[in-house]
């Protein structure tokens, strides 16, 4: 390091270095403000990722997540490629001629500064990009991004200090909306589960306009161990009846650096 430069600050264990998320696209909003990030990595190298779901038909509610830990030289690894590739800056890179695609967004936290690189259709657009009038910035930048990404996710068992295992969430986001009769005709209606807790028509937050007819409830400690049984053996078309009415949920745990909905 040249004489008289700052040392790198140390790295707070319990907040994020990089965190690759999708944002917008043509989705329902509850599964825009529910939806998981595709893999955050924390400053003591935990690595939290979405786990195998199982293929079945209705699929469970509760989602899979899974967390391992790099060891120090791999997470030092990745912010030195992440240096090396430019993504130490704040850019977006769109694309034409695909709608309705999310934005992948890499957010990245070092020395106390915030660094936020996104892209329109990154996968969707990775194909047909050769075809289309991009300023080489606008290349490079995308190239970089979709490289490093890839790298993330294909972390070899060598660089890690420990084995996959479930991530326990200590709090739990539950969105819920109304019923509105959802069922497989194959399947039929669903078994109906009582919901313990405070009343679903006014529990915690309404997200977004009231037309919506979403709220997100924040659950932890007693009450998060009075709900997870129910919730782990409901699936995604279960019912759940409070005050007389019926609910559907979408369940989202909650990862250790996020607070409220």
Not at 46 to 58: A, C, D, F, L, S
Request: with cysteine; charged share 20%; proline share 9%.
């Amino acid at each position: 390091m040249p004489s008289g430069s700052a040392s790198p600050s140390p790295l707070d264990p319990d907040k994020p270095v990089f965190v690759v998320d999708y944002e917008g696209g043509f989705v329902a909003p509850i599964t825009n403000v529910s939806r998981l990030p595709l893999i955050v990595v924390y400053g003591d190298g935990r690595v939290v990722v979405q786990g195998p779901q199982i293929e079945i038909w209705p699929s469970p509610l509760m989602p899979s997540v899974q967390v391992r830990t790099l060891s120090p030289e791999a997470l030092q690894r990745l912010i030195d490629l992440a240096r090396a590739k430019g993504l130490l800056t704040t850019a977006h890179y769109d694309f034409p001629g695909i709608a309705d695609a999310p934005d992948t967004v890499l957010t990245i936290e070092l020395d106390g500064k915030t660094y936020r690189v996104s892209a329109y259709a990154l996968g969707e657009g990775a194909e047909f990009e050769a075809g289309f009038d991009l300023d080489q910035a606008t290349r490079d930048g995308r190239a970089a991004l979709r490289s490093f990404i890839e790298t993330l996710m294909g972390l070899p068992d060598a660089d890690f200090v420990d084995d996959w295992r479930q991530f326990e969430p200590e709090t739990i986001r539950v969105y819920v909306t109304a019923h509105g009769g959802m069922a497989d005709p194959e399947l039929g209606e669903q078994p109906v589960i009582a919901w313990p807790l405070e009343d679903l028509a006014t529990a915690g937050t309404q997200i977004g306009d009231k037309s919506l007819d979403l709220r997100c409830v924040e659950v932890s400690g007693d009450d998060l161990a009075t709900v997870l049984p129910l919730l782990r053996q409901a699936n995604v078309l279960t019912p759940f009846e409070s005050g007389g009415e019926r609910y559907q949920l979408v369940v989202r745990p909650q990862l250790p650096h996020e607070a409220g909905c």
